[in-house]
Nanobody
């Protein structure tokens, strides 16, 4: 079965950086889109970054452009999210998701999800 395990979350001061990792198993990772999706308290889910298979095309939400970078290492079945210049509004639970069946930046269009990891940015 598909398993996605996130790591690398935690607390950071505003302006700081964190790198999240998502390690996958149970499916053909190298042919799948992978997305980082977050849910902040009181807000709707937001797909902040997605990476395609093969040509590694990157998709970013406006809130992430210029600050976040998504990457993948297929031989490790791992996707990374480098987050720079973090702000308090980035505080959220971050989920890794795969099994895309629609829009790469639609948080509703993924079949498989990890358990999530908390990112807290202090002002």
């Amino acid at each position: 079965r598909v398993q996605l395990v996130e790591s690398g979350g935690g607390s950071v001061q505003a302006g700081g950086s964190l790198t999240l990792s998502c390690t996958a198993s149970g499916y053909t990772f190298s042919t799948s889109f992978v997305s980082w999706i977050r849910r902040a308290p009181g807000k709707t889910r937001e797909a902040v970054a997605t990476i395609s298979p093969r040509n590694n095309r990157e998709y970013y939400a406006d809130s992430a452009k210029g600050r976040f970078t998504i990457s993948r290492v297929d031989v490790q079945n791992t996707v990374y999210l480098q987050m720079n210049n973090l702000q308090p509004e980035d505080t959220a639970m971050y989920y890794c998701a795969t099994g895309l069946f629609g829009d790469p930046l639609s948080s509703d269009d993924y079949k498989h999800w990890g358990q999530g990891i908390q990112v807290t940015v202090n002002s």
